[in-house]
């Protein structure tokens, strides 16, 4: 059993319908085997359809809707990728509020696959240096980003990743960076 280093850590999963099953299911079951409360949170309630690249995949229960979710209520985000889902959520303004909030507090923000397109369209990305799936790396740069070819990439309170191959590596960065702060309050008692 994983250390629960993650323990009274609450963790938004911010998806639609599309997204990509891996990039929700394999990374939730590692934050919660840490010890984290994960929500999943969508424009609408009920449930959202995974895919596994271009085929259907299992279903997920919406925990909170983006109406009801509140920043403030959480500690990270995790942004699943898929590229339906990212380019459903990307023009959703309470979506892009949502990031825009846990940004400004400096809480941890995690990204992989086309996710990163919330980030560009909230205006975040600027002066920022992160990995995504190859073919929005145009769009990272063209709004003012870094785009690198890296497994996994860390950049303050953000932690990005390629595709779903990268998801151990990712899994690890994601859990140290949000287990972060909780080590130097120990380390500082």
């Known amino acids: 059993m994983a250390e629960r280093k993650l323990g009274n850590i609450r963790v938004a999963i911010l998806a639609t319908q599309g997204f990509e099953q891996a990039e929700l299911i394999e990374t939730r079951k590692a934050l919660d085997e840490a010890g984290a409360q994960t929500v999943v949170i969508a424009p609408k309630p009920g449930k959202i359809q995974a895919m596994k690249h271009d085929e259907k995949g299992e ?27 990212a380019d459903a959520l990307r023009v959703e303004p309470k979506a892009q509020a949502f990031v825009r909030t846990m ?25 920022r240096t992160l990995t995504s799936y190859h073919t929005i790396q145009d769009d990272i740069r063209n709004a003012g980003g870094k785009w690198v070819d ?8 953000w932690v990005s990743s390629r595709q779903p191959s990268d998801i151990p590596a990712f899994n690890a960065a994601l859990i140290e960076l949000i287990a972060e702060p909780r080590q130097k309050s120990r380390t500082a008692s």
């Open 59 to 85: 279903s997920v229960d919406v925990d909170l809707t983006l109406d009801q979710a509140d920043p403030n209520g959480f500690d990270a985000v995790l942004l699943p990728g898929g590229a339906l889902n």
């Open 103 to 127: 940004d400004q507090q400096k809480k941890p923000i995690a990204s992989i696959c086309h996710a990163p397109w919330l980030l560009v369209s909230a205006g975040l990305v600027k002066g």
């Open 150 to 157: 890296e497994t996994v990439r860390r950049d303050g309170n």
